[in-house]
């Protein structure tokens, strides 16, 4: 089974709580995606395929995304 976690970030670390997710993830088990969603992302999405257990990380890098509003993001993962 694969586990999509969407990332919660400042455009350059991933937050706490991502983590913690992160960690939750690999206790059910299987492959973990994470999105990084935003715009100018790539700093957080080169510290997000260094995180132990992602094992694919996706990026959606555009201005649209640049507030992470889930009215914006939701198209993504649907």
Do not use: F, R, W
């Not at 990332?7 to 206790?27: G, I, M, R, S, Y």
């Not at 510290?47 to 649209?64: C, N, R, S, W």
């Amino acid at each position: 089974m694969t586990i999509l976690v969407i990332a919660e970030h400042d455009n350059a670390t991933v937050a706490p709580a991502t983590l913690n997710t992160l960690a939750a993830a690999q206790k059910i088990g299987g492959d973990i995606h994470l999105l990084v969603a935003g715009s100018g992302v790539s700093a957080v999405a080169d510290a997000a395929a260094k995180i132990a257990g992602v094992t694919k990380v996706l990026v959606a890098d555009h201005e649209a995304y640049a507030h992470q509003l889930p009215e914006n993001i939701a198209p993504l993962v649907v």
